[in-house]
Every structure is written in C-alpha cells, then in structure tokens.
C-alpha cells in the first residue's frame, strides 16, 4: 500500500499505523471537516465560482515547487518497519488541500445560511385604507419576518401630526377580536413598528388615534386598516 493509499484509508476511518504524527494531525483535521454535514448541503448557484476563485487565490500564495533543492526525504525508499517521514513537498501539498477544504466548508456553510434564510423570508406589503375618521388618509406597510419578530415598515399620509399626549398606536388584531400593541408614533411618515405575534394568527393590521391617559386598552378610534396576506 502506498502513502497516497494509507492516508485515503485513514481518512475513511481505518487506524493505519504507517503515518507520522504530523501528518496524523493533518488528516484529522481533514478527516474533521470532511465529515460536517453542512459539506453535502446542496450550496447556491454562485458557490462554484466562489471556491474557485478562492482556492485559485490560496495557489497564488504558495511557493513554487517545480524545482525541489533537495530530493523529498518522503521519496526514498522505506526498510521494512520503517515509518518514512512524510516530505516537505508533499507536507507542502497537503498543507494547501487542507486550506482548500477549510475553503469550500466555510462557503458551503454560508451557502446553506443563504438557502435556508431564503426559505424562511416572508416580506409582503400591505395596503391601509381609511376609515370614516380620517377619509383622506391611507398608507402602506412593508412586513418582514425576522428572528427578533415581525418588523412592519408603515408609510401613511393624511394623518395629522399628534402631540401632547395624544399619539397613534399601531394593533395586529385576530379573527376572534383579540388585539396585540406593535407600537405608538406621532405621525405617518418613515414609521417602524415591531410585532412578537406572526400576522398568520394576527392578520388584520390597524392604527388608532389614542390619548396618554392610563387605559392601554384601544380607543376605537380606527384610521387605517389593512389585512396581512402572507405569501
């Protein structure tokens, strides 16, 4: 068996004795990375050039060895029982797999991050209409799951500037009436709101005029509405 032949073995979990403790060291390493699952993940599109590109860059980096000073002591030939010291080119080569594997699972690992943050996106819009309140108003409301919650970007016009103690209140209501508060603002433009409770539950999206008057319950007074279909 040849020391190509030895490392595959060990790699693959057979304990071959014929490998020095360096390059023991190395293929675990290898042999560790190799067996991270996020190395079989399916990665985007884009991950083939990127690994190229990187393992193209790392090459540019190393030191040529097509001209060895000296003759590899790897190269010569072993007594019987003689463990042969694996030689500074093949080290070299080795040395270089390993940064080209280290390569590949860091962008398969961010590969698989970008999937799985694209399966769960939910983004969609929302139009708000008005009600008998305030009839000129209306607005948008941009909703994005997160991992700190639902963020609802709102953009209204025609809602006068309240202050004072007065102020809007943003709800996300249930079918069955029950309403959760995502926030307070003083007027339409640039708003974001914050939600801990999915709209799938939650759907209908309302705003109300309120005053600072210690009852945190709603004041009714609705002046936009809109119903959150998620995709």
């Known amino acids: 068996?040849?020391?190509?032949d030895d490392r595959v073995a060990?790699?693959?979990?057979?304990?071959?004795?014929?490998i020095d403790d360096s390059a023991r060291a190395d293929l675990d390493?290898?042999?560790?990375?190799?067996?991270d699952e996020a190395l079989w993940a399916t990665p985007p599109a884009a991950l083939e050039d990127a690994v190229v590109a990187t393992i193209t860059a790392e090459a540019a980096r190393q030191p040529g060895t097509d001209a060895p000073t000296e003759r590899p002591q790897a190269?010569?030939?072993?007594?019987?029982?003689?463990?042969?010291?694996?030689?500074?080119?093949?080290?070299?080569?080795?040395?270089?797999?390993?940064?080209?594997a280290a390569a590949v699972v860091a962008l398969a690992v961010a590969g698989v991050l970008v999937l799985r943050s694209g399966d769960d996106a939910?983004?969609?819009?929302?139009?708000?209409e008005a009600t008998d309140?305030?009839?000129g108003a209306s607005g948008t409301a941009h909703v994005q799951r997160t991992d700190s919650g639902w963020r609802i970007e709102l953009d209204a016009t025609g809602l006068p500037r309240l202050d004072g103690g007065r102020f809007?209140?943003?709800?996300?209501?249930?079918?069955?009436?029950?309403?959760?508060?995502?926030?307070?603002?003083?007027?339409?433009?640039?708003?974001?709101?914050?939600?801990?409770?999915?709209?799938?539950?939650?759907?209908?999206?309302?705003?109300?005029?309120?005053?600072?008057?210690?009852?945190?319950?709603?004041?009714?007074?609705?002046?936009?509405?809109?119903?959150?279909?998620?995709?």
């Open 1 to 4: 068996m040849t020391e190509d």
């Open 10 to 18: 060990y790699l693959a979990g057979d304990d071959v004795g014929a």
């Open 29 to 35: 390493a290898l042999r560790s990375l190799l067996a």
């Open 75 to 100: 190269d010569r030939s072993a007594s019987p029982g003689e463990v042969v010291p694996l030689g500074e080119h093949r080290r070299h080569r080795l040395r270089f797999a390993l940064s080209a």
């Open 122 to 128: 939910i983004d969609t819009t929302v139009a708000l």
């Open 133 to 135: 309140v305030l009839p």
């Open 168 to 231: 809007y209140q943003g709800w996300l209501r249930s079918e069955d009436g029950q309403l959760v508060p995502i926030g307070t603002f003083n007027e339409g433009a640039d708003v974001v709101l914050w939600a801990g409770v999915s709209p799938a539950d939650f759907p209908t999206l309302t705003v109300t005029e309120e005053a600072a008057d210690g009852d945190q319950a709603s004041s009714g007074r609705r002046v936009l509405v809109g119903t959150i279909v998620l995709p």
